[in-house]
């Protein structure tokens, strides 16, 4: 059973930043894509990036890529998402998310995700 936990939210003032780790477990293979979805309050949940299993390669929502970095630990099974620069509008409870195939499109874009961490929330306020 794939497991994912977060962990590192909280509250941020505008302008800062924040790193969210997610431990991951339980999954073999390297057929999936991992990485990080958003729900903002009143919001529907909007996908933020994902790593490919089989060779890392990271893959961005156009609109976040720039201010926020997902990255991997291969030895510890961590993902992590940096974001810097936060605004007001990041304010959501951000997810860890895996999908059993590396379709990453289908991940970021249909939200068509197989395990889900519980989530962490970030509030950006000053």
């Known amino acids: 059973e794939v497991q994912l936990v977060e962990s590192g939210g909280g509250l941020v003032q505008p302008g800062g930043s924040l790193t969210l780790s997610c431990a991951a477990s339980?999954?073999?293979?390297?057929?999936?894509?991992i990485g990080w979805i958003r729900q903002a309050p009143g919001k529907d949940r909007e996908g933020i990036a994902c790593?490919?299993?089989?060779?890392?390669?990271?893959w961005y929502v156009e609109s976040l890529k720039g201010r926020f970095t997902i990255s991997r630990d291969s030895a510890n099974n961590t993902i992590y998402l940096q974001m810097n620069d936060l605004k007001p509008e990041d304010t959501a409870t951000y997810y860890c998310?895996?999908?059993?195939?590396?379709?990453?499109?289908?991940?970021?874009?249909?939200?068509?995700?197989?395990?889900w961490g519980q989530g962490t929330p970030v509030t950006v306020s000053s």
């Open positions: 790593i490919s299993g089989s060779d890392g390669k990271a």
């Open positions: 339980g999954f073999t293979g390297d057929d999936y894509c």
């Open positions: 998310a895996y999908k059993d195939r590396n379709l990453p499109y289908s991940f970021l874009h249909r939200l068509a995700i197989d395990h």
